[in-house]
């Protein structure tokens, strides 16, 4: 049988059966004791983007769990403002990293108990101590484990990794962002996030709508082109922030940027529809192009990546019961299945070695060790992505995250960018 083939259920039984005898033996306190109970009519309600709130996801985790997960896709903006304005509107929430310095100091969530994590020694360096590997950049900006640990009992503040078995969130899915563009338009390799600015593509060119992660891939590419330099590209000064928008009106005035796209679905049509040569992106968005028979390239541009990370969190009212249920979910969610799933659409979770047991070894050589496929790639659904001789846009799984420039980041002056950004969109 191929690792790819193990049975889902016997890895959920066999891990929670091993958590029963050490709970019985006193070697784990407060361990849920759910598989002892009738749980069938519990539902978790979870909310999250539409990047992991699938039906195939839920409905693989209620099958594997025995209870049902009730997932509510929304923007990161709606999660957002629903953990700081409904916390008893969901059980869990899986909001973004870089809004948890606006979503802890609100008091709403409670801290995340690593010792009830049957994978947590699995967690990667990369959340363990913010560097993949120890010659790995720590990047500019929020690095998740700037605001992933807190010692604080109602999770509001952030402490060091190695200081606290308590968690704020629990990381989930993470990437690496770079520049799409359409290599039978552009006619040749694109190196740098010059190109995103570069006169050249002039009226070819598709930017974020979300303020942040523009100026960030703004600064990327003025930077690459020799504009600027900037002290933090994840957290500009006023100065830069008004350096920035300078550089950015000139562009506007000059009719560079086509369109500012808000969904996944608006990157995908402007791609494929050729309106946009070069563009911000976000990898599933360049699968999904390839897969309709268009060339899409996520550019290995020198300067590095973007990174991001969204992850789970718990509203502080949950309890009993359903507080078991979210563990169970938790130890779910990182025991491998949904690594896999996930990873067939280009995203990676910090369990490697569990995602590499759901995966045949040669879709493991392509999403995560920059191997050429041996054979057809397929989707999470089935469909064929690529074909045999293909190699992954990037390369491996270290080339990406070990290669981060700036992580994604609420700037301290976010109000004011806010501020210049709707003043500019309105000009």
Not at 23 to 48: C, E, H, V, Y
Not at 186 to 196: D, I, K, M, Q
Request: net charge negative; charged share 20%.
């Amino acid at each position: 049988m191929s690792k790819g083939n193990i049975s889902r259920r016997s890895v959920l039984k066999g891990t929670a059966a091993a958590a029963g005898v050490a709970a019985g033996s006193g070697a784990i306190q407060g361990f849920p004791t759910l598989w002892a109970q009738n749980i069938k009519d519990i539902t978790l309600r979870s909310i999250g983007s539409a990047v992991t709130h699938v039906e195939p996801f839920a409905k693989q985790a209620a099958e594997d769990l025995g209870f049902k997960v009730e997932i509510t896709a929304l923007d990161f903006n709606q999660i957002t403002n629903r953990v700081i304005q409904q916390p008893r509107s969901f059980d869990i929430a899986e909001p973004t990293f870089n809004t948890f310095r606006r979503i802890a100091p609100v008091g709403n969530l409670q801290p995340i108990d690593t010792k009830r994590l049957k994978n947590w020694g699995n967690f990667n360096q990369l959340y363990q101590t913010g560097k993949l590997t120890p010659n790995s950049p720590f990047g500019d900006g929020q690095n998740p484990t700037t605001v992933m640990y807190t010692k604080d009992d109602s999770a509001r503040s952030f402490v060091k990794p190695g200081e606290s078995d308590w968690l704020v969130g629990l990381p989930s899915v993470h990437n690496a962002d770079t520049l799409g563009y359409r290599p039978d338009l552009t006619g040749r390799t694109l190196e740098s996030w010059a190109e995103l600015v570069s006169d050249e593509w002039r009226g070819k060119v598709a930017l974020q709508s979300f303020p942040d992660i523009a100026m960030m891939d703004l600064a990327l590419a003025f930077e690459g082109a020799g504009m600027i330099k900037y002290k933090n590209k994840g957290n500009m000064d006023r100065g830069e922030i008004d350096k920035t928008f300078e550089f950015l009106t000139d562009l506007k005035n000059k009719g560079h940027v086509r369109a500012f796209w808000t969904t996944f679905t608006e990157s995908v049509n402007l791609m494929l529809s050729g309106e946009t040569v070069i563009q911000s992106m976000w990898s599933p968005a360049v699968t999904v192009v390839k897969s309709q028979g268009t060339p899409c390239v996520y550019g290995d541009l020198k300067e590095g990546y973007r990174g991001w990370t969204i992850g789970y969190v718990l509203p502080k009212h949950l309890e009993g019961i359903k507080l078991d249920a979210a563990y169970e979910f938790f130890n779910w969610l990182s025991a491998g299945w949904a690594g896999a799933f996930f990873g067939r659409q280009g995203y990676y979770m910090p369990t490697l070695e569990n995602t590499k047991q759901f995966m045949t070894a040669d879709e493991w050589g392509f999403w995560y060790e920059g191997k050429p496929a041996q054979g057809v790639i397929n989707d999470p659904f089935g469909n064929a992505l690529e074909q045999p001789g293909a190699v992954r846009d990037g390369g491996s799984y270290e080339n990406r995250m070990g290669n981060i420039a700036v992580w994604n980041s609420e700037f301290d002056e976010f109000a004011y960018l806010v501020d210049k950004w709707n003043e500019f969109q309105a000009g």
